[in-house]
C-alpha cells in the first residue's frame, strides 16, 4: 500500500460517514488518526450534535463491530466486562460477554457513571485486554473507546479522573454546525423525531482489518525528524513553565503527540511530518492533560487559549 491510498481511504471513510453526517470533517480524520495508532477519544458535545451518529457511521464504513454502553448512575463492572453465569446443563461457568467486546466500542455519557465502574475501562483501554475472576480476555489490536460526555450538565455527574483521561489521546470538541450546515441537516433528517438506522443511509465498508493493519504498519515506518522532535518536546515542556497552568503535558504526552502525528501525515498522504501537523493536533492531544491554576480559571482563561499562545510563542522549525 502506498500513502497516496491512504489518502484516497481516508477520503472514502469521510464520503460514506457523510451519507449521514453533514460536515465534522474534523472528528472523522481524528477517529481515525486515533484507530491507526491504537488510541482513544474523549467527544464533548452539547446533545444532538450526532456525536452517536459518527461513532456508528464511522464502525460501519470500516466494517469494525461496533458496541455501546450508555452510562447511568447504578451500572456496575459487570455490566460493562460480562459475567460468568453457571450453566447446569454443563456444570462449567461460561463468560456472557459484556458489550466492552467490540472494536469500536461508543461510552455514551461516561460521566455519569461512578468511579468504580469508570475504571472498568482502564485496563480495556491501556493493555486491550480485559481480567474477568482471574482469566484474561484478549480485545484486539483493533480495540477503541469513543467516549462522549455532555458539557452542560453537571448534576449527577462524575468527572473523570487524570488517570483516566490521559487514556485517552485526543478530546475533541463538538461545535454547533455552521448556518449552511444546519440547513442541510435540517433538509435530510427533518421529517422525522428518532435517529434514524445506519441502514437507511447505505453505508458501505471501504476497509477491512487487514488494510487497517498495512496501514498501521506504513504509520510506524514514518520517521520524525530531530528538529521536529525537538520542537514537540519543547511544546510539551513550555505546558509545564506557563505561569497559568498548575500541571502541565506529561512525557506521555509528547509520546502520543509524536504518534498522532505520524498517522495524521499519513491521512494526507504524505510520508513525512510538517509542523502543521503538530499545531494542528496539539490542542486535541494536551486540553484534557493540563491543569490550570485558580487565578486563571477566575481570570476565565482556557486551556485551547493558553495552548494557542504557548504554539505561538514556540518557535518551529521551518
Known amino acids: 500500500m502506498e500513502f497516496q491510498e491512504i489518502r484516497e481511504l481516508t477520503e472514502a471513510v469521510r464520503g460514506e460517514v457523510c451519507k449521514a453526517v453533514v460536515g465534522q470533517d474534523q472528528i472523522i480524520d481524528l477517529i481515525l488518526t486515533g484507530l491507526l495508532v491504537g488510541g482513544h477519544i474523549l467527544v464533548e458535545g452539547v446533545p444532538g450534535t450526532a456525536k452517536t451518529m459518527i461513532a456508528r457511521t464511522f464502525a460501519a464504513s470500516l466494517s469494525l463491530q461496533f458496541g455501546r454502553i450508555q452510562f447511568t448512575p447504578d451500572l456496575m463492572p459487570g ?60 480485545l484486539g489490536d483493533e480495540f477503541m473507546v469513543v467516549a462522549t460526555q455532555n458539557p452542560i450538565e453537571q448534576q449527577g455527574t462524575y468527572p473523570l479522573p487524570e488517570a483516566q483521561l490521559d487514556r485517552f489521546l485526543f478530546k475533541v470538541i463538538i461545535e454547533y454546525p455552521s448556518r449552511d450546515e444546519e440547513r ?3 433538509r435530510r433528517h427533518g421529517h422525522r423525531s428518532a435517529m434514524p438506522r445506519i441502514e437507511d ?94 487565578s486563571a480559571e477566575i481570570e476565565g482563561l482556557t486551556t485551547d487559549r493558553i495552548l494557542r499562545e504557548i504554539l505561538d510563542q514556540t518557535p518551529a522549525p521551518r
Open 201 to 294: 443511509f447505505g453505508i458501505k465498508a471501504v476497509a477491512n482489518v487487514e488494510t487497517l493493519a498495512q496501514v498501521r504498519q506504513l504509520v510506524t515506518e514514518i520517521k520524525l525528524s530531530d528538529a521536529l522532535i525537538d520542537y514537540i518536546v519543547d511544546v510539551i515542556r513550555a505546558t509545564r513553565e506557563h505561569s497559568s497552568l498548575e500541571f502541565g503535558g506529561s512525557t506521555r504526552a509528547a509520546n502520543m503527540l509524536a504518534a498522532a502525528v505520524r498517522a495524521f501525515a499519513a491521512l494526507q498522504g504524505r510520508d513525512f511530518v510538517i509542523p502543521d501537523d503538530i499545531k494542528t493536533l496539539a490542542l486535541p492531544v494536551l486540553r484534557h492533560r493540563l491543569t490550570m491554576s485558580p
Open 79 to 138: 455490566d460493562v466486562l460480562g459475567t460468568n453465569l453457571f450453566n447446569f446443563q454443563t456444570n462449567t461457568f461460561m463468560l456472557t460477554k459484556g458489550p466492552i467486546f467490540a472494536q469500536l466500542l461508543l461510552a455514551d455519557e461516561i460521566n455519569r457513571t461512578p468511579p468504580k465502574t469508570q475504571s472498568a475501562l482502564l485496563q480495556a483501554m491501556n493493555e486491550r485486554a480485559v481480567t474477568i475472576d482471574g482469566k484474561d480476555y484478549e
Open 184 to 186: 442541510e441537516i435540517v
